[in-house]
């Protein structure tokens, strides 16, 4: 489900409870109990995980509303490039890197994150790309610092920089 550009806790809140209700409305209709839930949020550290600087979200709200529609269903949250790394590196037949290296993700944002041998969740460690100062006197970021990797490199730059929309970039990853 779509995101307004500027969310606001309030916006993210709509949004999730709609999410929640499709979902729970989706597995009561095809009669699916579910194993577990993933919840992937971007910007979301381990030191962090009650206050989110990109995405306002709630985590404690978002995981009580979870518990209390899927009861016995264990939850868990992860950073979004955490998620992307471990679908690449568990999904993807032949993941071309072994050792340790950093994984990169362009979207609405720019996300790495370093992995290892380990293919634990808990061992990939999430790093914080897109808000480095890349050229002072650059384009304004959605953080409000100028000249940030992401406000050159993210889908949206790219698409507003080459002329396209973004969805045209999206498709072409």
């Given amino acids: 489900m779509r995101l307004p ?3 606001t806790v309030e916006s993210v809140g709509r949004v999730f409870r709609d999410a929640q209700r499709l979902l729970k409305d989706w597995t009561r209709r095809r009669r699916i109990e579910l194993a577990q839930i993933g ?5 979301l550290g381990r030191l962090s995980e009650l206050v989110n600087p990109i995405i306002p979200c709630d985590i404690a709200l978002v995981r009580g509303m979870l518990c209390e529609a899927f009861p016995d269903v264990p939850i868990e949250f992860t950073n979004s490039v955490v998620a992307h790394a471990m679908f690449h590196r568990c999904r993807t037949e032949n993941y071309p890197l072994d050792g340790a290296h950093l994984f990169v993700f362009v979207g609405q944002g720019v996300a ?3 992995v290892d041998d380990a293919i634990e969740a808990d061992a990939l460690l999430p790093v914080e790309l897109g808000h480095m100062v890349f050229g002072e006197g650059g384009p304004r970021c959605r953080c409000g610092h100028v000249g940030c990797v992401e406000a050159y490199t993210s889908i949206p730059a ?6 396209v929309g ?4 999206a498709a072409t990853r």
Avoid: D, F, N, Y
Avoid at 158 to 163: D, F, M, N
């Fill in 5 to 7: 550009k500027t969310p």
């Fill in 39 to 43: 919840v992937s949020v971007p910007g």
């Fill in 112 to 114: 790495g994150v370093w």
């Fill in 158 to 163: 790219l698409a507003e920089l080459l002329g």
């Fill in 166 to 169: 973004e969805g045209r970039i």
